[in-house]
């Protein structure tokens, strides 16, 4: 689970060096990466395991012509 959260980041941050691009400018993103990797986990988890879908119909009467769009 470690390489999951650790591994995108350092190869961001080789690709930046081998690039001679600033990494000053992406550190909010790679702080930020495990927590949008956290929460994107769980929330797949409890869709595996909760499940509670329930579908409705969805009526589409508009009636619009591609000269009302313009």
């Not at 994107?40 to 009302?68: A, G, Q």
Request: glycine share 2%; with cysteine; hydrophobic share 50%.
């Amino acid at each position: 689970m470690i390489p999951t959260f650790l591994l995108p980041i350092l190869t961001a941050i080789l690709i930046m060096v081998l690039d001679r691009k600033p990494i000053k400018r992406m550190w909010k993103g790679l702080l930020c990466y495990p927590l949008f990797l956290g929460s994107w986990l769980l929330i797949n988890f409890k869709c595996i395991f909760k499940r509670e879908t329930n579908w409705e119909k969805i009526d589409h009467v508009r009636d619009i012509k591609i000269n009302d769009v313009a």
